[in-house]
């Protein structure tokens, strides 16, 4: 089981993301327009990095919905491996069972 701080900060930044999603999408686009002025470019990328750095969704982190652990998470489930195994063997994951030959 992850820290509780840990997951808190997790939604603080997902929360930050969200909010300046707009915005970096926006000078990135200036920075990446051919047609843009070589000022405009250096301005957009200085304002770039004034922004928060847990503004940027590279940092955001996949955890387990039900532990909070950082690694060994499924996509697909959002859940990581082991709670994964576990639901699985209950039965609770409609479509998958157990392997036997």
Do not use: H
């Amino acid at each position: 089981m992850a820290k509780l701080c840990m997951t808190q900060r997790e939604t603080k930044r997902l929360k930050m993301v969200e909010k300046f999603k707009a915005k970096r999408l926006a000078l990135n686009e200036v920075i990446n327009d051919a047609s843009a002025s070589r000022e405009q470019k250096i301005e957009a990328r200085q304002k770039l990095q004034a922004l928060p750095r847990n503004s940027s969704p590279v940092r955001l982190r996949t955890r387990c919905a039900l532990t909070g652990r950082p690694r060994g998470v499924y996509s697909k489930f959002g859940i990581a491996r082991s709670k994964l195994r576990d639901l699985m063997l209950s039965g609770e994951v409609p479509g998958i069972t157990k392997a036997s030959w």
